[in-house]
């Protein structure tokens, strides 16, 4: 349906200088974003919204006249991160477009791929386009549709006219979500693909019985969104899910607690039935979108509830949603047991052990943080799916790569275009992301609210990091200039 209401639209850009004839980034330590480790110090070269070249040994003094310059001794330098699973707020939460946006770009992402734009089609497709304009503060914006967005039910016979639709409007793509024919879903999938769109599917307990993972991926689709239908694809001794006779999938409290008991009831990590659905889901190119964030209250609720950057920055109206009532998506903490999260804590290590070692044999794994939804704010949030991928046994450059190239390697194949940004190499987009620390050391560095370290000489805990330089399309953002922002507008809606 179109009829969906409104949240405020981002304002005119406010903020973020550029972009320049010629940016230096000077003496900088480079993790390039491909695995390889890092590497400096060197000199970049932006010219426009572009990286022009880099230079090892560092440019002479008299390069850098009439140039802007960014000293970075001591910092590290990173491709601007995409976060393959961003919603762009929504009615439900009330956050403005500007708060999620300037959130995402206060936590180095560049872009983000809106799973569904439910928002509604012409919300979402002007801030794509403002934001292509830089017109306002905000990420690159791929935006992926669904037929909510559209005026009749979707059937295979009416497929191609919605692609069509789809077309028109701008969009990049396709979200499957909900209760879906499998026929509808083929027919979907196979229209896309003609026209170079993309799709991702949350492949919910209403179609897994009928479409899992493997089936979705051999009719051509592009990535499975969390990992609903991947169990299913690995039942050995059954066909469908242990439910209770008591489920109702409606039910939130129903469906989050017994999908933190459906791991364990695929077969075991290494198993013959088990290797042999990674090792075909691998041979399709098929991409992996985890989102481990956004259930991470099921297997520690307080956790999730108490994180620290909540009081300041997470909105009012946002933390409102979050609290639990069964009528709302993912607030589901109505009678949450220590059974339930014991459950989920299972779930996860079998859940990470497919992750890493699907990653190890080649597949791709992008980061998705799904935030807005059970306790996990824009950009905080996206910072913790990487420390949740290491906690999988990703190196930190493996989570770097999976944040900046896999993300745009998978962008660029689904939409049948060459790569433009996700690695820092000259010709490539200037999207960058600055910082103090080093991140390999330690990814809590890199929330806004930086990490707690003792001060040895005075003995006083601080906090230190955060990104320091967000750089989008050649123009430089004052990333903690961006969270006071953020931080007013929180403070003013309180
Ligand atoms: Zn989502």
Known sequence: MSNVKQVPHAPDRNIGEGPFERLIIRGVTMIDGSGTPPDGSVDIVVEGNKIKEIVQAGLPESALANAKVIDAAGMYVMPGFVDTHAHIGGVNQGVPAEYVHKLWLAHGVTTVRDPGSFNGADWTIHEKERSEKNEIVAPRIYAYTCPRNWDKPLTPDNVPEFVQWAIEKGFDGFKIINRWNPDTIVALLEEAKKYNLGTMAHISQTTAARMDALQAARAGLGSLEHWYGLPEA?????????????????????????????????????????????????????????????????????????????????????????????????????????????????????????????????????????????????????????????????????????????????????????????????????????????????????????????????????????????????????????????????????
């Open 234 to 494: 690995m039942f050995a001794d059954r066909t469908v899910q242990h439910f209770p006779a008591h489920y109702n999938y409606s039910n939130e409290y129903h469906r989050f607690s017994q999908s933190g008991r459906l791991w364990k009831q695929a077969a075991p990590p290494h198993s013959d039935k088990w290797n042999a659905v990674m090792d075909e889901l691998i041979e399709l190119d098929f991409t992996m979108n985890p989102t481990f964030a956004i259930y991470e209250a099921s297997r520690d609720a307080a956790r999730a509830q108490t994180a620290d950057y909540h009081e300041e920055y997470t909105y009012p109206s946002l933390w409102n949603y979050y609290q639990p009532d069964p009528t709302k998506h993912g607030s589901f903490f109505t009678d949450w047991t220590t059974q339930d999260e014991i459950e989920w804590k299972e779930n996860y290590r079998l859940w990470m052990a497919f992750i890493n070692e699907y990653k190890n044999r080649g597949g791709r794994i992008c980061t998705g943080s799904d935030s807005g939804f059970i306790y996990k704010t824009y950009g905080f949030d996206f910072i913790r799916e990487f420390e949740l991928l290491q906690e999988a046994g990703f190196h930190p450059l493996e989570v770097i790569r999976a944040a900046t190239l896999k993300g745009a390697e998978l962008l660029s194949k689904e939409n049948n275009v060459p790569m433009e940004f996700g690695v820092i190499q000259p010709g490539y987009l200037a999207d960058l992301v600055l910082v103090k620390e080093n991140p390999l050391h330690n990814f809590k560095t890199l929330y806004g609210n930086g990490a707690l370290r003792l001060n040895r000489d005075t003995g006083v805990t601080e906090r230190v990091g955060g990104v320091s330089f967000t750089i989008k399309d050649g123009i430089i953002y004052d990333a903690k200039a961006l969270l006071e922002d953020v931080k007013e507008m929180v403070h003013h809606a309180k």
